[in-house]
Each structure stands twice: as C-alpha cells, then as structure tokens.
C-alpha cells in the first residue's frame, strides 16, 4: 500500500466526482421512521429465517447511543442483535463515550455522563449545565479565547472491534443489492486483520463542527464505476455535532490499491462550515489490544462559574 493521505475539501468536489449516494436519511423528516427492509424474512448476519429466530425487537440500523431514533432494521434477528450489542457495539460505545457525553448526545438513557476510572474526574449535563467535577489535571482555561481543553481517557476498548462496529452499521444500512457483495460476516466475529489491508481501512476521520444543528444522519457511498483510484465504499455518520468518516473494506474491490503511490481520502461535509471552526483528526483503529485511547477536545463558552 502506498500514502495514504487525507486532506480537506470544503465543496466535496472528492465525493461529487468519485462516488453516488446509495443511502441517506437526509430529507426525511426528523420524526419519520426510515425501515431497511430485504423482503426476504432473513437475518442478514446470520442467515436465519423468521421460521428458525425472532424478529420482534425494534432493531436501530445505527446504534440508539448515537442518538438515532429514526433508521431501524428488519433484517437483524434478536439474536445477532443482542450478540453484537453486548460484543463490538460496546467497544465502540466506550470509543465514543467522551464525544458523545461532551456533544450531548441523547440515547437510550439520555446523555451519557463521563467518569474516569482512574481519578474521580466526571463531566456531566444537569438542568442544562455542563458540570465538571474534580477538575485537577482534567482541562485547562484558555480565559482570554473562552476556551476549555478537555482531556479524555476512553474506558478501556479494543479498536478493531470498535471499527468493526462502525462497518456493521454500514452493512445494516446498505441496499440488498450492495449488501449481498461485501463478504464479512465472519471477519466481524473473529480477529483477522483483513489480509493485512488495516493500514486503508481502519483510520477512521472525525470531524468536529461547533455550529450545526444536533441529529443523527447517514450517507452511505459507493465509488462510480469509471472511478478506480479511492476506496470502493465510505460511510459518514453524523452524532449531533461530530462526523465520522468510516472506509468499508471490499478487498476484491480495493486490491488494486494495494499497487498505488497515494491513495486520497477527503473528508466529506453536510454542510458549508467555518474551517476555523471545523477540528479534524484521524483515529487509527487497527490494534486489536485492550486499552484506553486518550482524547482532547476543546469547547468554548460564554460563562463560567466554580462550585465550592
């Protein structure tokens, strides 16, 4: 494989040239339920029909903690849809826990607060307050900008299994038509590394832009057939005010890759945003060891008082 290199591109102009939409939520109504349904009566995971396992729990195509109430699925059984909650899903839940808390992000439970299982640190929403206890060594003021930089450790998670959660929500969300070419079931249930292809794969781009509205949106895209040069297919998912960019493995696709000098990756943009305001960064989900990954995210406000 050779550079892979990310950049930005305010206009899209990467995605308009390379790449359809083949599934999004934008345009729909906040309220109305998107159901992904193959009108087959089978569990896309697993392959069993409603003859041989329950269908009967409501399954979100994208996790509910990412505060998605509108995309379900029908092609999940209950079985694969408690497996993989209690396995990949909650890598990813841990990866994205001090976002998620920090952003607001209301799921099942409402907005996750933060704890530090080290220290006593906690970061909480309260009555609309953003609480902050035991600060020591947690942040520091920037008074004259009004800026507060947050230092997070993720509660401890493996990252391949937190990438392979962001590639189910993606198989989840596909057509059939797509669906049915990516061969990766069992990858998602065991600990191979794709052919050695993790060094494409599995760098994730989060994208954070403070003045949007907060919601829970999907595009899905697949590369256009005279396009050979970028990745077969990448899924962006918006949580409220982060994006992430996710590269979907298809080896057969990708493989000329392999023989590139560069391969580009842009970040995609709902929207027109401030550059200035827009953080990027680039997580690398590879390791398959059980660990905490430190974040710093910087907030800004308007008024602050200390609580003695």
């Known amino acids: 494989m050779g550079k892979v290199t990310f950049r930005r591109n305010k206009k899209n102009q990467y995605f308009i040239e390379n790449y359809q939409i083949v599934m999004t939520n934008i345009g729909f109504e906040d309220k109305q339920t998107i159901c992904i349904n193959d009108n087959n009566d089978t569990c896309r995971f697993c392959g069993r029909t409603k003859n041989e396992v329950k269908f009967n729990n409501k399954a979100h195509a994208i996790p509910e903690a990412f505060g998605n109430k509108q995309v379900i699925t029908n092609n999940e059984c209950n079985e694969c849809n408690q497996k993989y909650a209690n396995s990949i899903e909650n890598d990813l839940l841990n990866l994205t826990l001090p976002i998620r808390n920090v952003t607001a992000v209301s799921g099942k439970r409402g907005i996750p607060k933060y704890k530090d299982i080290k220290t006593s640190n906690s970061c909480e929403h309260k009555e609309g307050t953003y609480l902050i206890n035991n600060y020591e060594n947690f942040f520091k003021i920037e008074e004259e900008n009004k800026k507060i930089i947050l230092k997070f450790d993720t509660p401890a998670m493996h990252p391949l299994k937190a990438y392979k959660a962001f590639v189910r929500i993606a198989l989840n969300c596909l057509p059939k038509e797509y669906f049915e070419k990516f061969k990766l079931i069992s990858w998602l249930e065991n600990d191979k590394d794709l052919d050695?292809?993790?060094?494409?794969?599995?760098?994730?781009?989060?994208?954070?832009?403070?003045?949007?509205?907060?919601?829970?949106?999907?595009?899905?895209?697949?590369?256009?057939?005279?396009?050979?040069?970028?990745?077969?297919?990448?899924?962006?998912?918006?949580?409220?005010?982060?994006?992430?960019?996710?590269?979907?493995?298809?080896?057969?696709?990708?493989?000329?890759?392999?023989?590139?000098?560069?391969?580009?990756?842009?970040?995609?943009?709902?929207?027109?945003?401030?550059?200035?305001?827009?953080?990027?960064?680039?997580?690398?989900?590879?390791?398959?060891?059980?660990?905490?990954?430190?974040?710093?995210?910087?907030?800004?406000?308007?008024?602050?008082?200390?609580?003695?």
């Open 196 to 308: 050695g292809a993790t060094s494409l794969y599995t760098k994730v781009i989060t994208k954070f832009i403070p003045k949007i509205s907060p919601m829970c949106n999907i595009c899905l895209f697949i590369r256009k057939e005279n396009v050979l040069n970028v990745p077969y297919c990448q899924m962006v998912l918006q949580s409220n005010n982060v994006f992430y960019q996710v590269i979907i493995p298809f080896i057969n696709e990708d493989m000329h890759l392999e023989k590139e000098n560069e391969v580009v990756i842009e970040p995609f943009s709902f929207g027109v945003e401030d550059d200035e305001l827009t953080e990027i960064q680039l997580i690398d989900l590879s390791s398959n060891e059980k660990k905490s990954i430190p974040q710093e995210f910087t907030m800004n406000y308007e008024k602050k008082e200390t609580i003695e």
